[in-house]
């Protein structure tokens, strides 16, 4: 929905696995570690994922790319801002609307794997490992692992209203069988709006959004060792001569390629038995006071709290790895609480051809975020892959938890002369605590011009030139999107260590494993933009020429040491 709505935009897909996620940057990558993912702002509210939001919830989009316009959106805008408007309940006679799809995936694949004979031969060129003759093709890989995927979709929404209260309420399924055997995906989703007017001075909003999805066989595609390329790519180095069960253990996967290291595709599958389960509930309050036909006070408090359980199982019998591990499973689950309060003041006014608006307002997010890990080994049977039937709980099991906060101001003031001459600036204060005191307050500023000659008097007998606009926009834009820990040194138990010559005895000691830095601050994005807006014979046909220069300081960057130093990670 977002490719080709405007240009800057590139939007790609990592991977070909059911439910898997876009990845969107607005003008490149302006960051090496911090995140270069545009901010999302959902109905005003700021977020990094719409993954919980159906596409059918969606009433407009609109794409923030220079500073001066993206800006008020302070600290997490350097990246720019996809301004999400979701639907509303309308005055009128109550709607129901239902959007089925259904669809087929297929793999186009060319790739002709060699046959048995054709394998030998190479073998016996190779001259490492020695094949039995007369071996014949048994299994068919591709067979194997392929199907025909599925997509489905169904979407149900209903609307009403009046005067003084309308509401909307939609709800819906997801659901994706991959490719690749053993791979899904799959989403419930439900949403909410409520919009009342109390008073002819006083509007009250209510939504909720609730998602719950879950992707079953995440990671197919990545492998080790020989079998770097993971599933798929064993589905072409495989050989054809082998079957796919052992002879003489029949619950275990075939090992026995006469001295050739691979592993096949469905023991690379069995070894990513992996489910990764999430759900989500976003609720937002608002209140929205009309003081003067031209002051308005909006104050609104937001709830977003998330959860997830990944899980993974190693069977101890059907596949090498988990018999030389003896099984395995772990279990991870992490929790996040984001609490957001906005309250803003809104003055338009105009006198004859001048308008003003203007803006001020204040925004405090906080986030609490917690995980839990745990892994064990040693299973006596595939049967219960849980761990409690788990003989072995390891060592590097492990519980964390973090706290953020950001504190915001901001303020905007636009003029409009007779609708052709624009002037915007803004200016926002943003105070996280990712860094420590004397760098954790930034101060982001922007302008821009804008000047509409389609509206000048000596454009007027220009008919088929509906609109011209000639604009250039400079801004200061800030990005704090690092681990919420970068600044802390990281201490790692389960050291021993013994103090003196011919002490023997050994005590509990930890270690830094990981150096932090109180100096890090903002990451800084200077951003120069000109451009020049068309629009011919009634806007049927736009175009838009645009110039931008972007810079980025004090980038937030980990830097490589040497490991003699003793730590895991980069500072």
């Given at each position: ?31 090496l570690n911090a995140s270069n993912s545009p901010l999302y702002v959902v109905d005003g509210v700021p977020m990094t994922d719409i993954q919980f939001l159906s596409a059918d919830d969606i009433e407009s989009l609109q794409i923030l790319k220079d500073a001066s316009s993206a800006a008020i959106y302070g600290s997490r805008a350097a990246n720019g801002v996809i301004l999400i408007t979701t ?101 419930y989703n439900f949403r909410a709006a409520v919009e009342n007017d109390i008073k002819p001075w006083l509007r009250l909003n209510a939504s909720v959004a609730y998602s719950d999805y879950q992707w079953n066989g995440t990671g197919i595609i990545s492998g080790t060792g020989s079998n770097r390329g993971g599933v798929i790519t064993s589905i072409i180095n495989t050989p054809t001569y082998a ?329």
């Amino acid at each position: 929905a977002i490719q080709g709505k405007a240009a800057g935009i590139t939007v790609s897909q990592p991977n070909g696995a059911p439910g898997a996620g876009t990845t969107i940057r607005v003008r490149g990558t302006t960051s090496l570690n911090a995140s270069n993912s545009p901010l999302y702002v959902v109905d005003g509210v700021p977020m990094t994922d719409i993954q919980f939001l159906s596409a059918d919830d969606i009433e407009s989009l609109q794409i923030l790319k220079d500073a001066s316009s993206a800006a008020i959106y302070g600290s997490r805008a350097a990246n720019g801002v996809i301004l999400i408007t979701t639907k509303q309940g309308k005055n009128g006679v109550a709607k129901v609307a239902l959007n089925a799809h259904y669809s087929f995936n297929v793999v186009r694949d060319n790739q002709t794997p060699l046959n048995a004979k054709e394998y030998k031969d190479l073998m016996d060129e190779i001259g490492l490992v020695k094949l039995p003759d007369n071996l014949t093709d048994v299994t068919d890989w591709k067979d194997e692992v392929y199907r025909t995927g599925a997509v489905q979709d169904y979407q149900l929404s209903i609307t009403n209203g009046n005067d003084k209260l309308r509401y909307f309420i939609s709800g819906g399924y997801t659901g994706e069988t991959g490719v690749i055997k053993a791979s899904s995906f799959r989403r419930y989703n439900f949403r909410a709006a409520v919009e009342n007017d109390i008073k002819p001075w006083l509007r009250l909003n209510a939504s909720v959004a609730y998602s719950d999805y879950q992707w079953n066989g995440t990671g197919i595609i990545s492998g080790t060792g020989s079998n770097r390329g993971g599933v798929i790519t064993s589905i072409i180095n495989t050989p054809t001569y082998a079957p796919v069960w052992d002879a003489e253990n029949p619950s275990r996967y075939n090992t026995n390629f006469y001295g050739v290291n691979i592993t096949s595709p469905l023991e690379n599958i069995e070894r990513t038995n992996n489910k990764s389960a999430h759900n989500r509930i976003i609720a937002t309050g608002k209140a929205i006071f009309k003081i003067l036909p031209t002051l308005k006070y909006t104050s609104s408090l937001t709830l977003d709290r998330g959860q997830g359980v990944i899980t993974a199982f190693l069977d101890p019998d059907k596949t090498l790895e988990g018999r030389n591990q003896f099984g395995t499973a772990s279990d991870a689950r992490d929790f996040n609480s984001l609490l957001i309060f906005d309250n803003v003041l809104n003055w338009n006014q105009k006198f004859g051809r001048h308008g003003f608006d203007g803006m001020v307002g204040t925004s405090w997010t906080g986030s609490k975020w917690s995980k839990n890990e745990i892994s064990g080994s040693h299973f006596a049977t595939g049967d219960f892959p849980t761990l409690n039937a788990a003989n072995k709980i390891n060592q590097g099991s492990y519980s964390r938890r973090s706290e953020w906060a950001i504190m915001s101001y901001f303020a905007r003031l636009q003029y409009n002369y007779n609708d052709t001459y624009l002037l915007t600036a803004n200016l926002r204060a943003d105070g996280s605590s990712m860094f420590a005191k004397g760098n954790r307050w930034g101060v982001f500023p922007s302008v821009s011009l804008g000047w509409r000659f389609s509206n000048e008097k000596f454009m007027r007998n220009v008919k088929w030139l509906s609109n011209g606009k000639f604009r250039v926009g400079w801004g200061l834009l800030g990005n704090n999107r690092i681990d919420v820990l970068s600044r802390y040194t990281y201490l790692t138990s389960g050291f021993n260590y013994s103090y003196g010559l011919g002490n023997e005895t050994m005590w509990e000691g930890s270690t830094a494993t990981v150096l932090g830095n109180n100096d890090i601050k903002w990451e800084k994005s200077r951003n120069l933009n000109i451009g020049v807006d068309l629009g011919f014979f009634n806007n049927r046909l736009t175009a838009t020429i645009e110039y931008y220069n972007r810079l980025t300081t004090d980038m937030l960057l980990r830097v490589p040491t040497v490991s003699s130093a003793g730590l895991n990670s980069s500072p």
